[in-house]
């Protein structure tokens, strides 16, 4: 979709010099990446409203909180948990963070791909799912911002934004390697859930647009009903709806 989007405006730029024109071409409204990539999220801390949202369909209750910078802070300096490792949070302040909690009541078990889920915002921004790789590379990035690199507007392409980072085989000493493994411990991972069971973990996108004031975070795909080959014969989506404000202090 870029390149016919580009395309578009190289046509522009040849029509100008075939007719011969001597005026600069009128400023214009940029759409979609070419604008947003002008925009800087801000670091100051955001509040959700409201802070936690509970969806339950046919047995399965999903919770889904914003995780504050102090939650985050207090988690992953616990010493028990995480070791030589525990210290700050380890998410950069490029990203947003949620608490996912799911039990499964259903009678049966169930499949999530948190690959799958995404946050969409008022502005029809749609942004992926950070994977610890992705919070890797942007300390491997060394400006921290993964900005324009996962972030897509609806009107440019279907399906899931954001360009994966090409991350070094190995990663070097210091914060990326850090946080790539605190990331791994402390997220939500894909898999099956059987009946009974409560599990949860943590999931990032990248910061919303700072003209963004609602978010739409939609765990996708879970998968309802396998059959006896294991293949998906029911799947939905919980959705959540947040306002958000920003506050003062880091994300």
């Given at each position: 979709?870029?390149?016919?989007?580009l395309?578009?405006?190289?046509?522009?730029?040849?029509?100008?010099?075939?007719?011969?024109?001597?005026?600069?071409?009128?400023?214009?409204?940029?759409?979609?990446?070419?604008?947003?990539?002008?925009?800087?999220?801000?670091?100051?801390?955001?509040?959700?409203?409201?802070?936690?949202?509970?969806?339950?369909?046919?047995?399965?209750?999903?919770?889904?909180?914003?995780?504050?910078?102090?939650?985050?802070?207090?988690?992953?300096?616990?010493?028990?948990?995480?070791?030589?490792?525990?210290?700050?949070?380890?998410?950069?302040?490029?990203?947003?963070?949620?608490?996912?909690?799911?039990?499964?009541?259903?009678g049966?078990?169930i499949?999530?791909?948190?690959?799958?889920?995404?946050?969409?915002?008022?502005?029809?921004?749609?942004?992926?799912?950070?994977?610890?790789?992705?919070?890797?590379?942007?300390?491997e990035s060394?400006?921290?911002?993964?900005?324009?690199?996962?972030?897509?507007?609806?009107?440019?392409?279907?399906?899931?934004?954001?360009?994966?980072?090409?991350?070094?085989?190995?990663?070097?000493?210091?914060?990326?390697?850090?946080?790539?493994?605190?990331?791994?411990?402390?997220?939500?991972?894909?898999?099956?859930?059987?009946?009974?069971?409560?599990?949860?973990?943590?999931?990032?996108?990248?910061?919303?647009?700072?003209?963004?004031?609602?978010?739409?975070?939609?765990?996708?795909?879970?998968?309802?009903?396998?059959?006896?080959?294991?293949?998906?014969?029911?799947?939905?989506?919980?959705?959540?709806?947040?306002?958000?404000?920003?506050?003062?202090?880091?994300?």
């Amino acid at each position: 979709m870029n390149q016919r989007h580009l395309a578009g405006i190289g046509s522009v730029v040849a029509f100008s010099v075939i007719v011969g024109c001597a005026h600069a071409p009128p400023p214009r409204s940029l759409k979609g990446q070419m604008e947003l990539e002008q925009a800087v999220p801000s670091t100051a801390q955001i509040t959700m409203v409201p802070p936690t949202a509970v969806l339950e369909k046919n047995g399965i209750e999903i919770t889904a909180r914003y995780a504050t910078k102090h939650e985050l802070d207090t988690f992953f300096s616990n010493k028990v948990l995480f070791g030589r490792y525990a210290g700050d949070d380890p998410y950069p302040e490029s990203t947003l963070v949620f608490y996912v909690k799911i039990a499964n009541r259903s009678g049966h078990r169930i499949r999530v791909t948190p690959d799958d889920f995404v946050m969409i915002d008022d502005l029809n921004i749609q942004y992926i799912n950070l994977s610890p790789d992705d919070i890797s590379a942007i300390y491997e990035s060394r400006g921290g911002d993964f900005w324009s690199f996962a972030k897509a507007t609806g009107n440019l392409a279907p399906g899931y934004y954001g360009a994966p980072f090409k991350v070094a085989e190995t990663l070097g000493a210091g914060s990326g390697r850090r946080a790539n493994y605190l990331v791994r411990q402390a997220r939500l991972t894909g898999g099956y859930i059987h009946t009974g069971v409560t599990y949860d973990g943590y999931i990032a996108f990248p910061r919303p647009h700072p003209r963004a004031k609602t978010l739409k975070v939609i765990l996708a795909n879970i998968k309802m009903l396998l059959d006896a080959a294991d293949i998906p014969t029911e799947a939905t989506d919980f959705e959540y709806n947040f306002h958000l404000a920003e506050t003062t202090g880091g994300h």
